[in-house]
């Protein structure tokens, strides 16, 4: 259906200076040369060590925490408890039920309950030793079932049922579209929670000036405007008391995103202390504080026509969540929401269930809400495309959407390059040439599957509607010509910071060295949405772009003045301008000189927000999932499988990503190749586990991500299917990768082995179990059919006798 | 606890400092000489982010007692620049992609600087060997692999 929703296109002037070309990072010199100082690297000499005391129940009352013992130790400077936060927290404004030390009754095993900070390391590990605590254990529940029943106690008392989120969404007639369907078929399928993984460990600094009764926070955060939000809230202080800064960050993956609790507790120490708090956490504690993909149980239902046109999509998703709310609820709408907008659906039901629990709380993780729902539609596709004897690809061919598109659930699709994605990998695997006829050798099944997915630009409606856009930069010049361009935006190793240098130098058509990035530093920089979603390329770098015309405009002009002709007679050169057909021209510095003059140093802003006919529909829960702009991807995973011990190697991806326009060629090939793999961690082997609460895999010997060694090739092909609202056509390269990778491994296994697997991790035990409980079954059917065979025989004797 | 002299040659330079005897290397390098280009990823021996050479031999700093390594070169990260100017496995690195957040960075790079001083033109299974003790989460290792190659084949078209 064609849209009256289509925007103009901007008709961006064809990059030929730095947008499009392979740029290393601006930062990168320091991350090699080891002068990159990370949070944990800050020479704060002499600040105070922070600990954090966790529960040892999972869920309990807590009658007496008695710092007593631990304050009487020489060193011992402050023991703080929940009792020193004014407020709870949480990133959803209508979900804020956590508090950075539990009060009154911890809900997870390894939750904070005290804190202190000591002269140094020993001290405040004997003072985390000293302080006595008390808490009456409550039944707990770990798992979605026994969480839901009918005699669980609630976990918090606004909770009936323990659902912290129940979602009911109808778009079309799922009914008729299921009759009128050729086949139906239904799965459940079941994936493991999963954890981000990011190398650096949790660190946070804080800096109490008494006097002043200001803070000033230095932290891994991705999104240091919540973090600032919920520092003020909980610690009960005006926001201007407050500064947050981000040092280099060591990945986030969605980890740190929301604001955490070892970032509020350290603050809270330098209050009680009265100075600087360092609190490093340990690996162990990092995966504690989690916040990772939900485990997740899918019951899905489609129908197609023989053609493979999907008719109805019937979707039950129920995902355990931990035991506070977090970005939970938006969690399961994602679930949902991103049902669509991949292919043309006929009609979709979607139940979605977000279920507390006594372990550590789930929260965003890259490809968020969506990648294991993705498992399983693409996984079900596979299966239904065998059965009705078509190619898996044509199978996608049938469902393609014609942009400017609408989707049923309001979303609005601009740009499109899933048909090319999928070109390109079918090419570039051999499928039709290689399918079916890979080399097989005793023992070891070779196979080809494909899938594909589809990710938010970021989201088109922020978490806190101030009405403000959605992001805003500041470039300054100044009388050495050196442009600074001060951005909130989080560069956290996605490269945020080299990508806005490329799109002001591309504009100016200067050389990236002249702009200097200062970024995140809420005394200096303007306020930013964060790193999530996927949405400062998209988003922050139109406000870049906007910044750099504004800039560009302010030159042009002082240099018309200057050389005394109109504006439009001046030829923008970068390095220099020039009156246009005559050899009339003035040096970029001279430009400089001119716009400064009765001004002095200037400062331009640039902003941007979504067009409102992106930010969805009207329905509750309508805004997640609504975007500008979708990225579309597609891969095929090649896989060796191990008969005799179930192990699944991959031997190579091919992945194809819509991202739009390469801002960076390099950077969007090395996004779409750390989601891909991400994917495959997911795939083969990541799971957190636990035992009552007791997380037993709390290291990186234990959950597992793939090594250099267990790591294939990815070959990635970059489709720019120049969406008519990203800067310069861009949109998000680094999660859309992830999602249709598990499912394309599923299907290459099939492909090997003929064994449908529809749980992930897809483990060596899995895999064996699965080959071996085969060779049972056929043996069975075997010695069936012969006992039949004999039975028969028998009977044709005796009634022939 | 009873702290004792220990004399560590870093980086071509000997210091001298006082440490208890269980302290590791890492701590000695970060805290002592505030060399905080080796980095911490893990609990101990988990992650390969705090690879350093000893005697041109890639060690784990996080589970090393620094007075097990006294008489013997220690190299970190910030010893492969000369004068400011990046090494080769450095550049290329930096111009591969093969840092992204760049937390495992160093510790990636002295493995790697380990290999190619022991196999200057390896093949890509003897790097992906030589780097499966460091754990990285955001390239996928293909860009670090790419970076490590770069860096022979410069080394090697040095050659006369």
New interface residues.
Partial sequence: MKSRHAPAPRDPAPPTHSIGLPR??V????????????T??L?FAGALVGRIGRSTVAHGLIRRIDATRALALPGVRAVITGADFSAPYGVIPIAENEWPLARERVRYRGEPLFAVAADDA?TAQAALAAVEVEIDPLPAYFDTESARSPDALQLHDDKPGNLERRVEQDFGDVEAGFAAADLVLERNYDCAEVA??????NATVAQWDAEREQLTVHSVTQVPYYLHLMLAQTLGLDGAAVRVVKP??????GHRVEPLNFEMVTAALARAAGGTVKLEL???ETFLTHRGRPATQTRLKIGLKTNGEITAVDAEVVQRGGAYAGYGLVTILYAGALLHALYRVGAVRYRGYRVYTNLPPCGAMRGHGAVNVRFAFESLLDEMAGQLGLDPFALRRANLITPPYRTLNDLQVNSYGLPQCLDAVEKASGWHERRGRLPQTPGLRRGLGMACSHYVSGSAKPVHWSGEPHAVVLLKLDFDGGITLLTGAAD????SSTLLTQVVAEVLLLPMPRIRVVATDSALTPKDNGSYSSRVSFMVGNAALRAAEALKRVLVEAAARRLEVAADEIEWLGESCAVAGSDRRLLFADVVQAALVDTGTLTVKGTWSTPPETQGGKFRGAAVGSTAGFSYSAQVVEVEVEEDTGAVRVLQVWSAHDCGRALNP??V??QV??A???G?GQALGEETQYHEGLPLRA???DYR?P???E?P??AVTLVESIDPLGPFGAKEASEGGLHSVPPALAAALHDATGLRLHALPITPDRVLEALQQRQRDERLAAARAQRAALAAAAAASSSGG | MAQRWLQLQVNGRLHTLAAHGRALLLDVLRDGLQLTGTKQGCDGGECGACTVLVDGEPRLACITLAASIEGRAVETIESLATQGRLSALQRAFHEKLGAQCGFCTPGMVMAAEALLRRVPQPSEAQIRDALAGNLCRCTGYVKIVESVQAAAGAAQERLP
């Fill in positions: 290393p990072l930062d990168g010199l320091d991350k090699v040369s080891g002068r990159a100082l990370y944990a690297d020479p020993r981000h993984g990011q190398i650096e460990l280099f960050v060591g990945g986030g993956f340990t690996r162990e956290i190793g996605q490269g390099l950077a090939q090395g190749q750390g891909v793999w991400m495959l290291n990186f010997i991500i090594t250099s060694v790591s090739p990815i």
